[in-house]
């Protein structure tokens, strides 16, 4: 959904590195998510965030920090990276006044060496 | 852990209807069914939601039994372009910190020229 979008879209980094990806949306949902997909798996939440200054851990947010810097945007920081953590990353939002249906970007593929 | 159980994998032939099943043995009152479904690597597209009555919209049906323990996901007429993960998601809306989508790794449709 193009009103939803994540940078980088790629990204190879190297153990130890601090890696930082970015959501924005312009849809003006209060609610946001972060999630990480491996091969073969479903996705599963990191992070998420149902307002501004409102920050909740989701199933696996060990090594993982976010920011939620504006209603808008909802970074996803690394702060030292490690192989394990290679994933394809989205980003999602919500609009808790409505049906709560997320919208997803079109994700970020991070690989760790 | 996901609350819902889907065959790993199915078939259909193009232009026919594709029925997709989901157990949900211990859904409560208050949980909802939504279905999604991914594209490879793309962002998970939401398709349809019921409580306990059937739904229809543009994309699919949703048919949930009247005991609520399972539901069918119909697309009247499949393409190709249908082709995905179909991922069936039980969610309590009213829930606050629990109001996050948890998926498993959902059914692999294939729909065959």
């Known amino acids: 959904d193009a009103d939803v979008t994540q940078t980088p879209r790629n990204r190879i980094t190297k153990t130890g590195k601090r890696i930082m990806l970015e959501c924005s949306q312009t849809?003006?949902?209060?609610?946001m998510y972060w999630y990480r997909q491996d091969p073969g798996l479903g996705l599963r939440l990191i992070y998420y965030s149902f307002d501004v200054k409102d920050i909740n851990k989701g199933e696996i947010s060990d090594g993982y920090s976010v920011s939620r810097q504006a209603q808008a945007k909802f970074s996803l920081s690394l702060e030292s990276a490690i192989p394990n953590q290679t994933a394809l990353y989205f980003c999602?939002?919500?609009?808790?006044?409505?049906?709560?249906?997320?919208?997803f970007g079109p994700g970020t593929r991070l690989t760790v060496l | 852990d996901a609350k819902t159980t889907q065959p790993p994998s199915m078939d259909c032939a193009e232009g026919r209807a594709a029925n997709l099943p989901c157990n949900h043995s211990?859904?409560?009152?208050?949980?909802?069914v939504y279905w999604y479904r991914q594209i490879h690597s793309q962002g998970p597209q939401y398709i349809i939601h019921?409580?306990?009555n059937n739904e229809t919209n543009e994309m699919a049906s949703l048919i949930i039994t009247e005991d609520r323990k399972s539901s069918t996901l119909i697309l009247p007429h499949a393409t190709l372009r249908d082709t995905a993960v179909y991922y069936c998601i039980v969610r309590d809306v009213y829930g606050g910190a629990t109001n996050k989508l948890i998926f498993g790794t959902g059914t692999l449709l294939a729909v065959q020229p």
């Open positions: 019921g409580l306990k």
């Open positions: 849809k003006g949902h209060d609610r």
């Open positions: 999602a939002t919500s609009d808790s006044r409505l049906a709560d249906e997320q919208f």
């Open positions: 211990t859904i409560s009152g208050n949980e909802y």
